[in-house]
């Protein structure tokens, strides 16, 4: 093999592991449960960002997170996050502000990775 084309193998192979076993770190992710669809609706803006719960009735709001200094909320059906318009309950300019009409807010951690295999691990707890 000629060395060029060996120096370009192990260049392709050294950038192809750094791509698969990058870890970007974590994220928490919050979301709030609510006894009515309304309830939801009034703190999330629109109908499609509620969701029916799958176990232990009532509606749930999409994931919502805060990162420097503002707030985001990921749209169901998308990955994605979105700035929250100031009408949501956790705008950023606005916390506080409003009362949530939500029963309780479960948190979620994501293990962000890059490259390939770009899965999550979640792990959830109760407030």
Request: proline content about 3%; charged content about 10%.
């Given at each position: 093999m000629k060395r060029s084309k060996l120096i370009s193998l192990v260049l392709l192979a050294s950038t192809t592991l750094v791509a698969c076993s990058e870890d970007r770190g974590s994220r928490t992710t919050s979301r709030e449960v609510y006894k009515t669809r309304e309830d939801c609706i009034r703190d999330w803006d629109r109908a499609d960002n509620c969701q029916r719960r799958m176990t232990g009735g009532g509606y749930q709001g999409?994931?919502?997170?805060?990162?420097g200094g503002n707030s985001y909320y990921i749209p169901p059906g998308s990955e994605k996050p979105q700035p929250m318009s100031s009408s949501m309950v956790h705008h950023s300019e606005t916390l506080?502000?409003?009362?949530?009409?939500?029963?309780s807010t479960?948190?979620?951690?994501?293990?962000?990775?890059?490259?390939?295999?770009?899965?999550?691990?979640?792990?959830?707890s109760v407030s």
């Open positions: 999409p994931h919502y997170f805060f990162y506080g502000s409003r009362r949530s009409h939500s029963i479960h948190e979620t951690t994501h293990i962000v990775r890059g490259g390939f295999g770009a899965s999550s691990l979640h792990h959830s």
